[in-house]
């Protein structure tokens, strides 16, 4: 087993966003900040505090979440479909790879760029919003397996998908929907105790709970059952991306 492309998958998926930064870096910035002048001082100010914290402080490491969702799945999956839409994958299917480090690689390039764009979109918040850090170790931990899960998400999609449509269908149709429900704006305690159950369901909401606790130190679920979801389901979707590759799984047309 080689490793050198292996290291030059990576450094091309890298390269690829951060080469693009206006269209993936950018973008959810300024959606965050968006979000802190609209709910930091306009509406914001009309609503109570929640769970002893300020509303923009409440929402805001549901905001960082939802950004590397949405952009780790953003990145797997359109890198992964174009190279199918572009043949450019019949290139990587003869080189010497194996199928674990061509899963690996992709799934590198969402955790990159979701732990980019949550470090961003931190840094610069900070300057907004003096908001607490209860620790440090989970938030790394949730931010990454949360990046593999999305990442592994995306992978599945874009081998699923044949149109450009079908990829951004599951991102306005599954993914922003479960997301928006998944407690980024408000307290699932807030809600009637069918919805909580119902919330309950969404695994979305683990991720957001999660990464809340681990910014604020105050969560809805119990944080044992939220990492082991989290990272159940990210260990679970490595593993059939790597059995969709394996089986070759629309990898050519």
Sequence with gaps: MTWIGFYTLIEREFYRFMRLSRQTILPPLITTVMFILIFGYSLGTRIKEISGFSYIIYILPGLIQMAVITNAYANSSTSLYMARLERSIENMLVAPLTHFQMVT??????????????????????????????????????????????????????????????????????????????????????????????????????????????????????????????????????????????????LVN
């Design 105 to 250: 690689a992709y799934m590198i390039g969402g955790l990159l760029r979701g732990m980019v764009v949550a470090g961003v979109i931190a840094a610069v918040s900070a300057f907004f919003i003096d908001f607490p850090f209860h620790h440090w170790g989970l938030i790394f931990t949730s931010i990454f397996f949360t990046s593999i899960l999305f990442s592994g998400f995306g992978i599945i999609s874009a081998l699923y998908a044949e149109s450009w449509d079908k990829i951004a269908m599951f991102t306005n149709f599954v993914i922003t929907p479960f997301v928006y429900l998944g407690g980024v704006f408000y307290s699932i305690k807030m809600l009637p105790p069918f919805w909580q159950k119902i919330s309950l369901a969404n695994p979305m909401f683990y991720c957001v709970d999660l990464v809340r606790y681990s910014f604020l130190g105050v969560s809805d679920a119990p944080v044992w059952i939220g990492l082991t979801t989290v990272i159940s389901a990210a260990v679970i979707l490595y593993g059939v991306c790597i059995y969709l590759f394996w089986r070759g799984y629309k």
